[in-house]
T-cell receptor, first 110, second 116 residues
């Protein structure tokens, strides 16, 4: 079936460190891929998306590239801030349905 | 622009009691979704509406869950009777009516339900 697997958290980093959160997927066909972020006490927000192989989504310094050959969509940021502390969800669409990974909690300390 | 509004934000009930959640989507969004998010998990779709029509309710436990969107705007999700395993965050999301993927879903803050 269609599914998303994310690296387990929490991920704890110092401010200005490099971030990678791994995401791999299993899907029939060619899904679109997303990263959503959930800040404490808030709803999920779309962070970035990619619609086809080799597309790179980017927003707020975060990037992810749709890798069809490795079925991956890893999230990266060159220099994290304390304000990036949140839960990050990788997701794919399948027949108008969003399928989410379990989420990865990121904690950034000064 | 106002976002997706949900109420209540928190609800604590005893098992076997009924409970209802309300959602007001973003103005002009025809598509409305209800998700359940268990602790430490990603959201899972319960039901999707296109206007008033429930077009995907395959994951809705119909023995105890019901939903409605009578005028194609606000929606209510009900559980009767609630069970301990229903403790979760219930999320509402909306999106513009689209015919092709991809599309963006806008999420509300959720209702955290605790069943004791």
């Amino acid at each position: 079936g269609n599914s998303v697997t994310q690296m387990e958290g929490p991920v704890t980093l110092s401010e200005e460190a490099f971030l990678t959160i791994n995401c791999t997927y299993t899907a029939t066909g060619y899904p679109s891929l997303f990263w959503y972020v959930q800040y404490p006490g808030e709803g999920l927000q779309l962070l970035l998306k990619a619609t086809k192989a080799d597309d790179k989504g980017s927003n707020k310094g975060f990037e992810a590239t749709y890798r069809k050959e490795t079925t991956s969509f890893h999230l990266e940021k060159g220099s994290v801030q304390v304000s990036d502390s949140a839960v990050y969800f990788c997701a794919l669409t399948f027949y108008n349905k969003l399928i989410f990974g379990a989420g990865t909690r990121l904690a950034v300390h000064p | 622009e106002a976002g997706v509004v949900q109420s209540p934000r928190y609800k604590i009930i005893e098992k076997k009691q009924p409970v209802a959640f309300w959602c007001n989507p973003i103005s002009g969004h025809n598509t409305l979704y209800w998700y359940r998010q268990n602790l430490g998990q990603g959201p899972e779709l319960l039901i999707r509406y296109e206007n008033e029509e429930a077009v995907d309710d395959s994951q809705l436990p119909k023995d105890r869950f019901s939903a409605e969107r009578l005028k194609g705007v606000d929606s209510t999700l009900k559980i009767q009777p609630a069970e301990l395993g229903d403790s979760a965050v219930y999320l509402c999301a909306s999106s513009p009516q689209v015919r092709r993927e991809p599309y963006e879903q806008y999420f509300g803050p959720g209702t955290r339900l605790t069943v004791t």
